[in-house]
């Protein structure tokens, strides 16, 4: 059995959608008004298809008006949903987690169960916050008592659905008991089941929300840019936008974009986004996305020669892997590599060797760094003492294990289990 503590949007359906899943589960909220109209059929708030889901499950599989004492200590997890709003300097408002959390531990007699935060909250909230109030709890109650973090996508509108048919689920556990309570819980569900570090599971679900909130930025910018500079049919714009055939296919070729790397180089993007930036400067108005992800593409340079020079000492032989600015290329016109090498250099490393498949010689031709050129990737991994992989050529992932062989520095993320279309650096 599952408890849910907090009826709202998330924890109404996620009560509902575990029921109708085949589980008992118990609906707790301290709204006495909400928990009546629940009682009576009636969903508190507008989100289709929940109304005829509680007429089935109601008095099934979920009960709503139980105490708190039985439906805890009939219940494997309990599952927090409550609100986390913002408080006023931006920080999440942790105080209905916290004392939902002190409620089970007072309502339960024992038996271990895991308590499971749905509730939205950023990450390291779990393991610096919730995680010591957890392990206090448990010493001055000595309760077993555990703890997950299982991050909710869904979508007011969209609720039933994408809950009922989640694309991923996302759990953060560390131990085993309550990994496997989770593990049942989601059979029902046949959906990837990912069990993360807690600090991961919150920022997969921010990692989510902010990208759809700087993509709607991007956008209202984009709008307000072309205002500015007149004559320009904006949503025309954006619909031609989405003709591109990038956003199309399984993963869509969009998603190389949403991936971390060492910065974007070449011809294009850097030249087009400062000309953008600036000529709306020109016509009065001050982009602010376009002038961060400006700052970023520099900022990211220094971010990799500081995990460098971090641990690296001065005397290793540093091998580059990759100099054009993405793979499949041979064009190095504002390459990442350029910029980090040119950092190594300045920070005082003398013994730089590099390879690439295609742009060894037109890097030397362009830039003539005093750093040697390596004709192959088994000469220059033999020479170095650590590697920085700075463009995404396929070689690299091909040759995982040599690469493995000394001390790596992906800045591509190249070596992770993910499609070849995502890691390559097709993009940027
Ligand atoms: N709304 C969404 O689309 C959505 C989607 C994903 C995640 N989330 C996150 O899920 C969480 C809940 O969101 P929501 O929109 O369902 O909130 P909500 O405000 O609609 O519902 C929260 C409910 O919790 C109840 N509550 C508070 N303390 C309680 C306690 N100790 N015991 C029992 N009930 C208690 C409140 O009375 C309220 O009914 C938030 O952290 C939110 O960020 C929301």
Redesign the pocket.
Known sequence: MITV???????LTTALGFSKKGFKVYG????KQ?VDSISNYNIP?YEPHLDEALREELGNNFVVDAPLEEAVNNSKAVII????PSNEDGSANLS?IF??VE?VFKASEGEFKVIVT????PPSTISKKVKPFVEEMNRAYNKPIGLASN??????GH?WNDFMNPDRVVIGVEDEDSKEILNQVYIPFNAPVHYVSYNSAEFIKYLSNTLLSTLISFSNEMAMIADHIGDIDVPTAFKILHQDKRWYGTPAAMASYVYPGCGYGGYCLPKDTAALNSIAKDHGFEPKVLEGNLKINEEIKDFVAEKIAAVVPKENTIAILGLAFKSGSDDVRLTPSKFIIEKLLAKGYTNIVAYDPMANEIFDKMYNFPIKYVGSLEDIVEQADDLVLLTAWPEFKENKDLLQSKRLFDFRYTLADLPASVVGDTSA
């Open positions: 503590l907090g009826l709202g949007f998330v924890g707790i909220d301290l709204d909400r708030f949903c409550v609100g986390t209905y004392s939902a409620s749905k509730s939205t909250v991050p909710e996508f869904l979508r007011e609720a």
